[in-house]
């Protein structure tokens, strides 16, 4: 159940990442992320209600809501700075290098005491070289610097986040994630009021925006309880798979062109997720 919800994260983060991409191109980053991050809120708000899976809040670190802030803030920026590397670089190169912000959580395991079994290690490792490889072509040419820093930059902040998801999860995945999105919208119409643009969307970016909001929310959600129904690193990785469905749908929509190691990327990466899930 841990491995499938945190590759089902993994599709719906690289499909989110991929729309997020293209209305980038059209849009500010900052004003894409916080729209997304409002819709993203509605999501959590009715799961609640629909599931009763309140829970009073408190200030512990053991409870969701600290752990939820900070998520947001590191989440937010995050998002702000990939969906700009997105729109100026190959979606490939950028969400290869954004997805590798899950060695943090994965070396905060480590310290930790999480131990995974030796062939539950190999397949970790062929799983995050497969979906790496995904930017190999690109960046051995050469490519322009500004969204690979913007991509290195996207890893750290959403290595942050995964962190504080998994512990926020170990009380309540849902509110840890509702949480988040809550203090988001908050960050949102601060820097919308600040900068005096709230977007400018039209009609036709409505249903992108919806679909990158709940897509977004969901695939935090299944990787929180991810978290908690197995080991954290190995969730992590399978969470990290990222790369694949966004490269694969640039390809197919954007017609970015898909080289050999590229191909064989992807056949790393299911063949490590094989390895991992069957350890």
Known sequence: MASILALLSSVLWGSSDFVGGVLTKKHKAIAVTAASQFFGLIVGVLLVVI???YLSPNLSWNGYVIPGVLSSIAGFFGLVVFYQGLATGTMGVVSSIGSLGALIPITIAFINGERPSKLQLVGMIIALIGAFCASGPEVVKGSPVKPIALG???MFFFGVALAFIAQGAKTSSLMTMTTMRVFSVAISIIV????RNFGNFGKSDLLPLIFMGA???LANLFLGVATTKGLVSVAMVLGSLVPIATALLAYKVLHERLHRIQYLGIFLAIAGVAITSAA
Not at 192 to 195: C, H, P
Request: net charge negative; charged share 10%.
């Open 192 to 195: 919308a009021i600040t900068i």
């Open 152 to 154: 290195v930059a996207a």
């Open 215 to 217: 897509a977004d929310f």
């Open 51 to 53: 599931s009763g899976a």
